[in-house]
DNA sequence: ATGAAAGCGCTAACAC
DNA sequence: GTGTTAGCGCTTTCAT
């Protein structure tokens, strides 16, 4: 059996007859101040004894954690997968290590794992669509950790760097296509109401409907969660309370996913009884059968960005655009009528 | 602007006149040691100066980080939300953080991202159907972090504890099915032909023909990747290369909904034309129409279960059962044609 | 080019 | 009940 040690820079040093210092030296390749022969002895000791330098204890050194926290409501909604991948690919290419959390859109939680990553010393923390309030999230600031936001936009003062869809203008334009359709009962379905995009998406609604000169019917206005089961229930509930509807928009592809499979089921036929819009534009829309119409972003880019910019501010970097909206589109495919758009409102 | 600083253990007792011990024996509510008056007062200033313990200070003092590390191969595929909550959760549970990678399903980067957890000494690891060789994982333990692997079985001697489904028999299962169905072409479409459970199978697929004396076509055979876009293609190189073919496997629920999407839009009628099983049973293949028939595991809870595991190890506890194998089991929906089965092979 | 020593923020053994 | 001290594994300043 072969030595199962995790060894300290002590042991290298002392092995190679140099001081902790020189050893220090050798792995964080600082160029200078040892001698050729100094340093291939000392790497040969390190690889001899798979020598692998104590992160942590570099970190306490140099206050500097090298990590970079995550919190999303659920990582196990399929949403998020596409922000995780963007976040841990940015932050592994510029040697980041990413530590995950769950808020489940509950301001506590979200709280209890900001503060559980401020304890870890994370350089950055990269907060998506949260619950939390501005109020908590301008205290939170005296934590000095970069803080950037997906997903939402507050004033700038509690972030340094957010990105968001423009979720009034998606909001807007899937209710706007449907309109135009010469649709005038749209349900509009979301999912986790505490969520500001909800409500922004919301308001979209209303005012391509006020642009209209079209009322909004209370009883066409749901919410529960993002999920496919949800979007089941909120099919079923629709149908079994008789609401006359003619068309619908959804706060996310998976809630569109769960009404359209329900709907299909109870003999309701889409597009041609009933037109539908999700939102996202997750790789499951266009895999859909029937494939769903849909507001995109691009999500990916996104987690990308802000990572980008949670780290130039942690590296003491100029960060340009701090605060960036992105304009959604819509994506028309299967679960809409085709009519001409041209993406002209 | 309030005062954006992290306080050290060394303020604290400054403030409160006492010892860092002191402090220290109120932060890890040591119960005895500290009068009631001068925990109160220590408490109180903790409160006041919004002090957060240096968790990293504490891993180093103590050899322990209550991190747990989790490699899966790419956290952007819809089947990696379901482990992923099931780690979190778990280890949330217990207290622990999460740092989560992505292998790519690459042996180089999954050394790479096991070690680069090592030197941020995370009490253990979760690895997630890796693609690394039993020398290199049987190497890896000499970095003494304890090791739970999911998805894929090697001998005992490189694990402290693993959990995976029974893939032979999911494979035959599937096969099985299809071939009592009557079908004599049976394609059998994977991805990363690199990862054990594919090989696995694969084996079960032959064995299901071998058991029925049926013949295996190579021409059937085909693996690329675990996406909805290589199940489109797949699809297309079937049809394209006019292989004849009555009925498919497939090795995950993303590659089914890519082939039957890609199927239907060409004209095949499923299941009429052709029988499909997905495999895994994602939240996906219930909520995909036509529904799909699968091969199903309930991942959620082997994620809780090996992470428990894993911190058992890490906390000195005994591990009963450190390694399992789950039976799948076949749930039939609406991409096979009913007919009598009752889980009796 | 190399080493000694102090310091990062914490815990723990021991003394009082 | 509380303080002193050494130590965890690293970096960094300052000598030499």
Do not use: W
């Amino acid at each position: 059996m072969p030595d199962r040690q995790i060894h300290s820079i002590a042991e290298i040093a002392q092995i190679c007859g140099v001081s902790k210092a020189t050893v220090s030296r050798v792995i964080n390749n600082n160029p200078k101040g040892v001698s050729a022969e100094t340093r291939e002895r000392v790497l040969r000791a390190i690889r001899e004894l798979n020598y692998r330098p104590n992160a942590l204890a570099r970190s306490i050194a140099v206050s500097r954690s090298n990590m970079i926290g995550l919190v999303v409501p659920d990582v196990g909604n399929l949403f998020y997968p596409q922000i995780i991948r963007g976040v841990t690919d940015y932050a592994d290419s510029k040697g980041y290590a990413v530590l995950v959390g769950n808020s489940d859109y509950n301001p506590e939680r979200e709280a209890q794992q900001l503060l559980s990553m401020v304890d870890k010393r994370v350089d950055g923390i990269i907060l998506c669509s949260g619950v939390s309030n501005r109020d908590f999230l301008l205290d939170f600031r005296r934590y000095n950790v970069a803080l950037g936001l997906i997903g939402r936009s507050f004033d700038t003062s509690v972030s340094n760097a957010s990105i968001t869809g423009d979720n009034v203008r998606g909001g807007y334009k899937s209710a706007a296509y449907l309109i135009r359709g010469g649709h005038r009962r749209i349900a509009y379905v979301e999912g986790n109401p505490d969520v500001s995009g909800s409500r922004e998406r919301l308001e979209g609604y209303r005012q391509a409907h006020t642009a209209a000169g079209l009322p909004v019917y209370q009883e066409l206005l749901l919410s529960g969660e993002y999920s496919i089961q949800y979007g089941r229930l909120a099919a079923d509930q629709l149908l079994n309370r008789k609401i006359q509807f003619d068309a619908i928009t959804t706060g996310s592809d998976l809630i569109a996913i769960g009404m359209v499979s329900q709907l299909l089921q109870r003999g309701v036929r889409i597009p041609e009884d009933v037109e539908l819009i999700g939102f996202n534009n997750t790789e499951l829309a266009s895999a859909f059968h029937p494939a769903l119409s849909t507001v995109s972003k691009p999500h990916y880019d996104m987690a990308q960005y802000i990572t980008e910019q949670v780290i130039r501010v942690v590296e003491g970097e100029q960060v340009k655009l701090p605060h960036t909206v992105v304009e959604p589109q819509l994506v028309l495919r299967e679960t809409t009528l085709p009519r001409p758009y041209d993406n002209e409102y």
